[in-house]
């Protein structure tokens, strides 16, 4: 029987629930409710669990404050997609209650469960039911009520409760069962509670492969390696690079001495490279004091060519045009398609980022690539709505620099707020007018169904043409022509003057420009305009304004 929780069982409980989180999550992804390749919620999910799993297992020694926050920040840090931020969100809420005691009994796990769901709640600015969040609460609620203080008996009741609610979800969300499924996001937080029940219970959940986060590109505009530097401005701790050869070794000198002199430079610096054998050895070493890394060389031999750079002076001469540079906007956008990224970029926006449908950057990626922009404040395009809420999160991560999140559901709306940028204007007009230019973009998109179901009025098979806006189904055809044709039709009103076609990856340029002629055809009023987006899963974005 388990009483309380310390720091070494946190420990494990989270391990545990990564693992069952990781080994369901093809099962959750699989519950996605829109018919379209997105299923990413258990992915998003278990890789915000996994950046939580690499904070905690660099924690040294074994104190619960320690680990909560751990926790918190890794769960904050990788936190991607809707249900990974508000998984997030969870955590911290737990954490916020652990962090203040040495041993969790089951009074105080209450407590942060309850501390858990608010925290939740608040992340997302319109909350739904039928979501997480109403599984949350439920497992919250049985808590509050739950006279047990083992904690076996105590999860497996509260875990009862949660499974009931995610069973009531498609009742809560009609989409959900139209769909036939339960809320995917409710699933993956069940599942994790079931891997901390196994650790109560002493069970050893064995981890299928876990996946890895895809490294998230900053597109041609990278920060070039000779100033990654800019990173780390002012937090130098080793001033001088030092650098030199070992030649003529003396007769005693052995290749354990080597190895010797290699720990002692790891003791007085960083960035250490000692390599070579009994007739020549090269060294490099960043360290405050080079004159003690060329004593202890020059009793294994001679010295030769000895460099040493004053990497002080460097960093302020760094700083010194880092801050000659910096200007008080910049933007960010994040998208999908070498062609939409080369758009953005002629649209002056300062970095842009790998992400989209099926590729959610996390909290931590948005938020380095917003420090990489010299700027003041910093205007961000999520362009995809399961982006919004992770952008929102990256926020606590930026130091030294504001964040204004313009909520783009796709990427002409983020055309649309980098078109009216005006930099000598103040953020808070830009950000009006930017959120003014997103409303009055009509978006249509063409992609393909992944699983046999019925929406609406539509009955769908795995691999169907559909065209759709935001959240709903509006056009079904036999090709993807015939399709964008139904799609325009029924996104289209008088007032639009222009339509652009983004064609994707698996479109060519001539069947674009076919599609073009047809367009201008049926509506020979507006400018029809043709773009290779190069996205992949679409394979047409249609813009009108």
Do not use: W
């Not at 036939?180 to 064995?206: Q, R, Y």
């Not at 009055?440 to 699983?451: F, K, S």
Request: with cysteine.
């Amino acid at each position: 029987m388990l009483k309380t929780i310390n720091g070494t069982m946190f420990l494990n409980m989270m391990h545990s629930a990564a693992k069952n989180l990781e080994n369901n999550r093809a099962q959750i992804d699989a519950l996605n409710v829109f018919p379209v390749p997105d299923g990413d919620t258990g992915t998003n999910m278990s890789l915000t669990m996994q950046s939580a799993i690499k904070e905690l297992d660099a924690v040294k020694g074994n104190f619960m404050a320690d680990y909560a926050s751990a926790a918190s920040k890794g769960a904050l840090k990788g936190a991607r997609g809707n249900s990974g931020v508000i998984l997030s969100q969870i955590i911290k809420g737990l954490c916020s209650v652990f962090k203040t005691v040495n041993e969790v009994d089951v009074r105080d796990f209450t407590k942060a469960l309850k501390a858990a769901t608010e925290t939740a709640y608040k992340a997302v600015s319109k909350p739904k039911e039928g979501t997480i969040l109403t599984v949350s609460r439920a497992i919250s609620d049985a808590a509050q009520k739950c006279k047990k203080r083992d904690f076996e008996e105590y999860f497996e009741e509260f875990l009862a409760a949660g499974n009931v609610a995610l069973e009531k979800t498609p009742e809560l969300l009609p989409v959900l069962k139209k769909a036939g499924v339960v809320d995917a996001g409710g699933m993956g937080l069940l599942k994790v509670c079931e891997g901390m029940l196994k650790a109560i219970k002493g069970e050893k959940v064995n981890a299928s492969e876990v996946v890895e986060p895809v490294p998230v590109k900053m597109g041609s505009d990278e920060i070039p390696h000779e100033h990654a530097e800019l990173f780390n401005l002012g937090r130098i701790e080793f001033g001088y690079c030092t650098e030199f050869f070992i030649i003529n070794l003396k007769k005693k000198t052995t290749l354990a001495d080597i190895d010797k002199l290699r720990e002692y430079l790891n003791t007085i610096g960083d960035s250490v490279i000692c390599i070579g054998d009994l007739e020549f050895i090269k060294v490099h070493v960043h360290t405050n004091n080079p004159g003690q890394a060329l004593s202890k060389a020059l009793q294994l031999g001679e010295l030769d060519k000895v460099k040493i750079e004053n990497m002080l002076e460097q960093n302020r001469a760094l700083i010194k045009q880092y801050e000659a540079n910096r200007k008080p906007m910049g933007m960010l956008a994040i998208c999908s398609g070498k062609g939409m990224e080369e758009i953005f970029k002629d649209l002056a926006v300062d970095k842009v980022i790998e992400g989209g449908q099926t590729m959610n950057p996390s909290a931590n990626d948005i938020a380095d690539a917003a420090m990489a922009i010299n700027a003041d404040n910093v205007f961000v395009f999520p362009n995809n709505k399961n982006i919004i809420l992770a952008a929102e999160q990256a926020k606590e991560l930026v130091e030294n620099k504001k964040l204004y999140v313009i909520p783009t559901k796709n990427i002409p709306q983020g055309f649309s707020a980098a078109m009216v940028y005006m930099e000598d204007e103040t953020p808070e007009q830009n950000m009006l007018k930017m959120l003014h230019a997103i409303d009055n973009v009509t978006v249509g998109q063409v992609t393909y169904a992944v699983r046999d179901t019925k929406i609406g009025r539509f009955s769908l098979k795995d691999g169907d043409i559909i065209g759709l806006d935001n959240s709903r189904i509006l056009a079904k055809g036999k090709t993807v022509e015939e399709t964008t044709l139904k799609l325009i039709e029924s996104i289209k009103d008088k007032s639009h003057e222009s339509i652009n076609l983004y064609y994707g990856c698996d479109v060519s340029e001539q069947s674009a420009e076919m599609l073009r002629l047809k367009v201008e055809e049926e509506y020979p009023d507006c400018d029809v305009e043709v773009y290779c987006g190069g996205q992949p899963i679409y394979y047409y974005i249609v813009s009108l304004e």
